[in-house]
């Protein structure tokens, strides 16, 4: 029984190790890719400059639009589009309804409510960066709602 506990153990704490080095790298690779940056930067000007212009379905809107060719692979992409979403929705105007039917922050089924959304939206969830718009609007309903 004592061996197999040092087994778990051993190889549980060998898959966090590798998990964080995996992180350490990502942070690092990301941190010296001047690029990203420049365009990480960009998005969070250009989302609060459209938020200006809309409401907050009008950002979920084009969200959508700019993920719709963007493979959920080109992470880079997928997150400076996430952030053009948190900018847009930030500063867009308020609709009512629009939280409606989103997860709470406890919600353990809140995958299956953006991979619904999704197909809603007639996109494919695996293969397309939608989940991540979703995602933003789920953390904008939970923490930054105005």
Not at 20 to 46: G, R
């Amino acid at each position: 029984m004592k061996s197999s506990i040092t087994i778990i153990l051993s190889v549980g704490g060998a898959f966090v190790f590798l998990i964080f080095l995996a992180i350490a790298a990502f942070v690092i690779w990301v941190d010296s890719d001047e690029e990203y940056k420049k365009d990480f930067k960009a998005a969070q000007i250009e989302g609060r400059e459209f938020g200006l212009k809309t409401d907050n379905n009008g950002c979920i809107k084009e969200g959508l639009s700019q993920t719709k060719n963007t493979p959920v692979t080109d992470i880079n992409t997928v997150v400076v589009k996430r952030v053009f979403v948190e900018e847009c929705l930030k500063a867009s105007r308020p609709v009512n309804d629009f939280c409606e039917g989103v997860p709470s922050a406890l919600d353990v089924n809140e995958m299956d409510w953006r991979r619904e959304q999704c197909r809603k939206a007639e996109m494919d969830e695996i293969e397309r960066g939608c989940l991540s718009v979703f995602d933003k609007k789920r953390e904008y309903c939970i923490f930054d709602k105005k």
